[in-house]
C-alpha cells in the first residue's frame, strides 16, 4: 500500500530516505525551510568568481564503506581528492596530521620513524588513566607538540580549556611516524565534480517524490502524515521545552583575492592569538577546475544561539543528561522517527549519514510489512 510520507529536511539524510522509500512504492513529499536542497552539505557557485563554494564549511567524501561508495556514484560522478591539511604555528608551515615531517621540522631533526617514536615517547607524560582531553594529548604527544597543535585550536573549537572536555574527543594517537600527509585512512575518498548539491537533487529527482523548499515544517502537522521522518533538531520538534540541547556553530568570514591566495585548501591558525581555527580556500576543493579569481573562508566558532545554524553537539554530562529526557520524549512520539545529524544529536560524516539513512528505510519497509513499529531514531543518540 502507498503511504504518504512526510520527510522533514533535504540534507543527505532526508535525500536517501525519500529515494529508498519512493523506490519502494510509497509518496514522498520532502520539506526544507531552506532555499536549497544538500542540507549542510551544499554546494554553490560564488558569483563574483566562479567557485564552487562550500557553503556551510568544507565537505570532503571519504569511506570504507563499499555499498555507500557504490550509492554515491549512482548520483553524482565523482573526482578524486586528496585532503592534505596544513597548520602555521609560530610563523612556520607544517602538515597534518602531526607525521614525520611535522615532527622532524617541529624539533629541527632528521628522525628516522622509530628514532622520532622513541623521542616522542620520551616526552610523554605518564598518565595512566586520561580523564581528560588535556591528560590524554599530554600521555600520547608530549607537552610541546600539545601546546603547537592541539591546545589553541581545541580551545578555540569548543569554547573551553581542553582540561574541561572528556578524553574520549582525542580518541586515537593523533601522530603518524610515517609521511602520509593524507588527513583520511578511508579506501575512498573524492568530491562530487559538480558538488553536493546537483548529486543531492539527483538523489531527490524521483517520480513519488516532491520536493518544497522554503517551507518550515511544524511537528503539530505530523498527524496530517502516515509517518514523518524528522531531521531537525531533536529538541527542536518538542518546541525546546526541556531546554535548547547545546552546540557550537560557526561563523564564516568570506573574502576574495586574485590568484592562489594560500597555496591549499585548508590552513589551520591553531594558535590562541588568532581569532579564527582555519582559512578554506574552495577552489581547492576542486582542483579539476581553472579559476583566476579565488574565494575564502576564515572560520570562527562560537557558542550556538537560538537564531544560529547548528553545528557541532557538545555532548558533556549537562547535554547526554537532557538529551535522555528528550530520547524518552521521542520514544512517545506517534508515527516520527528522529534522523540524521541533528534528529539524534551526534555529530555524522556523510558516509554515515547515507549508511544510516539507507538501513533505516530498509528497517522502516521491513516494519511495515510485518505490522511492528518503525524505528524511533535513525542512530542510537546515548
Ligand atoms: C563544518 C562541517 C564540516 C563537515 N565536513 C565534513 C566532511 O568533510 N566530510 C564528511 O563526511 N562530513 C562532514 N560534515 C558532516 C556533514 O555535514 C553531515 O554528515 C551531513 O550534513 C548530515 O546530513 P543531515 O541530512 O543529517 O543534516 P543536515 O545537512 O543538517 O540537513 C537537515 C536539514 O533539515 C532542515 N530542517 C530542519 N528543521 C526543519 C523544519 N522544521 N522544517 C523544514 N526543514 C527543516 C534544515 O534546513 C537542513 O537543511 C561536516 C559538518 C560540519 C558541521
Redesign the pocket.
Known amino acids: 500500500m502507498t503511504e504518504r510520507l512526510m520527510m ?7 535525500a536517501v530516505l525519500a529515494r529508498q522509500l519512493a523506490e519502494a512504492g510509497h509518496a514522498i513529499t520532502v ?4 532555499s536549497h536542497v ?4 551544499h554546494t554553490a557557485r560564488d558569483p563574483q568568481t566562479g567557485v564552487m563554494v562550500h557553503v ?7 569511506t570504507d564503506d563499499d555499498r555507500v561508495w557504490d550509492y554515491v556514484q549512482r548520483f553524482a560522478r565523482f573526482r578524486s581528492y586528496k585532503n592534505q591539511v596544513k597548520t602555521t604555528v609560530a610563523g612556520q608551515v607544517y602538515s597534518l596530521p602531526v607525521n614525520l615531517h611535522t615532527i622532524n621540522q617541529f624539533f629541527g631533526r632528521a628522525m628516522r620513524p622509530e628514532e622520532a617514536r622513541a623521542f616522542v615517547a620520551a616526552r610523554t607524560a605518564d598518565i595512566p588513566d586520561p580523564q581528560t582531553f588535556e591528560e590524554q594529548a599530554l600521555a600520547f604527544v608530549g607537552p610541546d607538540l600539545y601546546a603547537a597543535f592541539f591546545k589553541g585550536y581545541t580551545e578555540k573549537q569548543w569554547g573551553t580549556s581542553p582540561a574541561n572536555l572528556p578524553a574520549s574527543i582525542l580518541k586515537r594517537l593523533p601522530l603518524r611516524f610515517t609521511y602520509d600527509d593524507n588527513y583520511f585512512f578511508h579506501r575512498h575518498q573524492g568530491i562530487p565534480e559538480n558538488g553536493y548539491t546537483a548529486m543531492v537533487a539527483a538523489i531527490l529527482d524521483h517520480p513519488g517524490i516532491s520536493v518544497r523548499l522554503e ?3 511544524d511537528p503539530s502537522e505530523a498527524a496530517d502524515w502516515n509517518h514523518v521522518f524528522w ?3 531533536l529538541d ?1 520538534f518538542f518546541n525546546y521545552r526541556l531546554g535548547r540541547l547545546g552546540y557550537r556553530t ?1 561563523d564564516f568570514e568570506t573574502f576574495r583575492a586574485t590568484g592562489d591566495w594560500q597555496g591549499c585548501a585548508v590552513m589551520n591558525h591553531p594558535g590562541a592569538d588568532v581569532p579564527f581555527t582555519r582559512i578554506s580556500e574552495h577552489k581547492h576543493f576542486a582542483p579539476w577546475e581553472s579559476h583566476a579569481e579565488s574565494v575564502l573562508y576564515r572560520e570562527y566558532p562560537r557558542a550556538c544561539g537560538p537564531d544560529d545554524i547548528p ?2 553537539p557538545i555532548r558533556l554530562a549537562q547535554e547526554k543528561s537532557l538529551l535522555a529526557d528528550y530520547v524518552a520524549l521521542a520514544k512517545e512520539a506517534p508515527n516520527v522517527t528522529f ?4 534528529g539524534t544529536y551526534r555529530y ?6 547515507i549508511r544510516e539513512a539507507l538501513d533505516l528505510a530498509a528497517a522502516f519497509l521491513a516494519a511495515r510489512s510485518t505490522g511492528t513499529p518503525a524505528p524511533r531514531f535513525s542512530g542510537a543518540p546515548l
Open positions: 522533514v529536511g533535504a540534507g543527505l539524510s532526508g520539506v526544507d525551510a531552506r544538500a542540507g549542510n552539505c556551510y564549511g568544507p565537505h570532503i567524501f571519504h517551507t518550515v515544517f531531521s531537525g533538531p527542536g560557526l553545528y557541532y534522523v540524521g545529524r541533528l555524522l560524516d556523510m558516509d554515515v549519514t
